[in-house]
C-alpha cells in the first residue's frame, strides 16, 4: 500500500507511508511500514549551504543556470539529498510568475510558487482492468499543458528518461532528478 499524510498544523511537511502485507515480508508474520516525513517549510539553498551538502558558489552558480531555463539533472545516490537540493533550486531559481507542470511518483517536491500543476503517476490496482498512469504519460500530457518549465520527479525508467529527453528537446526547460552513484554511471544507466 502506497499512502500520504496531508500537511497538517502538526505536521505541516506531509509525508509518505509504504506498507507491507505480512505475506510479503518475513513469514507472514508481521507487515513491514516505512514513514517518510518531509520538510515543513520549503528548502532554501541557503540552507543547503548550511548543511554542508555543497559550497555556497557552487548553489549559486546552479541557482542561476535555473534562472537561465537551462535544463538542471540532479544527480546522486540514495540519501544524498537529491529532492531537497532540487526543491531549494527550484523555489529559490523559478520565477513566481512561471507555470510549472511537475510530474512526480510519488509527489514529494515542496515548491512554494503560486503556478504549479502536480501530475502525479499510479500503479495499476491489482486485479484492475485500469492502466497504470506513467511518468511518460504524464510528461506527454504536460507538453500539451503550456509550461514555462516543465519537472520530473525523478527518472527511474527508460521510458521516463526518454519522455523527458523528449519533451526537453522541444523547448521545454526543466529540471528533473536521476538516481545514481556517479555521473558515469547515469551515463551509463
Do not use: C
Not at 138 to 157: F, Q, S
Amino acid at each position: 500500500m502506497d499512502g500520504r499524510l496531508p500537511r497538517t498544523p502538526d505536521n505541516p511537511g506531509g509525508g509518505r507511508v509504504k506498507a507491507l502485507h505480512p505475506v510479503l515480508v518475513g513469514g507472514g508474520k508481521y507487515p513491514a511500514v516505512s514513514i517518510r516525513l518531509f520538510e515543513p517549510r520549503p528548502v532554501r539553498i541557503e540552507q543547503i549551504a548550511r548543511w554542508g551538502a555543497a559550497p555556497s558558489e557552487l548553489l549559486e552558480e546552479l541557482t542561476a543556470a535555473v534562472r537561465r531555463r537551462m535544463r538542471v539533472m540532479i544527480e546522486g545516490g540514495r540519501r544524498q539529498g537529491r529532492q531537497r537540493s532540487f526543491s531549494a533550486l527550484a523555489n529559490d531559481g523559478l520565477s513566481r510568475e512561471e507555470r510549472v507542470i511537475k510530474i512526480e511518483d510519488p509527489e514529494e517536491i515542496f515548491l512554494d510558487l503560486p503556478n504549479v500543476v502536480t501530475i502525479e503517476a499510479r500503479h495499476a490496482p491489482p486485479g484492475s482492468v485500469v492502466k497504470p498512469y506513467t511518468i511518460a504519460d504524464g510528461v506527454n500530457a504536460a507538453m500539451r499543458m503550456r509550461p514555462d518549465r516543465l519537472i520530473v520527479g525523478e527518472v527511474r525508467t527508460g521510458d521516463a528518461a526518454l519522455a523527458l529527453f523528449r519533451a526537453q528537446m522541444s523547448d521545454h526547460p526543466g529540471l528533473t532528478t536521476f538516481h545514481s552513484e556517479s555521473p558515469q554511471a547515469a551515463v551509463h544507466r
